[in-house]
């Protein structure tokens, strides 16, 4: 009986250990946009710090991962977003406009691009576009609207 019960065991034991293994393993162990999202958040740090030139290699690089992310999975808000993102922070407020443009056809609510286009307005002396933006964000109750209302106000300076 305890043979038997062991045997159960090791064989639960081997599944559990298979499926492990099988979920962690995969192409890289991350997507596209995972990898492209991560370096984003890295070169908002090394920005914050001042290395400016750092920040932007890694800004280029999520680039690189977000088209592909786009490319298999196209019209993501969030990938648009990020996508805007990089590049207006490597200066193509023009390209970065139209990413976001086309994630709020998709998602007019979309915090992260209300506020993200909302700055780019204000970069590109567009106050009355970003106020409209801010409207979007008024009754969200979050960070992205307080942080856009500040930049418009002159409160706090736009690094974009």
């Known amino acids: 009986m305890k043979k038997f019960f062991l045997l159960i065991f090791i064989f639960y034991l081997s599944l559990i250990v298979s499926s492990y293994g099988a979920a962690s393993s995969g192409s890289s162990g991350s997507s596209n946009y995972d990898k492209g999202a991560s370096l984003i958040k890295k070169a908002k740090k090394l920005e914050s710090k001042g290395k400016i030139e750092k920040a932007n290699k890694r800004y280029e690089k999520a680039l690189e ?7 298999k999975k196209p019209n993501q808000p969030d990938t648009l977003n990020y996508l ?11 390209k970065g406009e139209e990413y976001y443009l086309l994630g709020l056809q998709i998602d007019p609510d979309h915090k992260g691009i209300n506020e993200y286009l909302g700055e780019l307005y204000v970069v590109t002396n567009r106050i009355d576009l970003a106020k409209e933006r801010l409207s979007v964000l008024k009754s969200c109750n979050c960070e992205e609207y307080e942080e856009l209302k500040e930049i418009i106000e002159g409160k706090k300076q736009s690094k974009y």
């Open 65 to 71: 991962y977000l088209i592909k992310s786009n490319k």
């Open 84 to 94: 805007g993102f990089a590049t207006r922070k490597l200066g193509d407020y023009e």
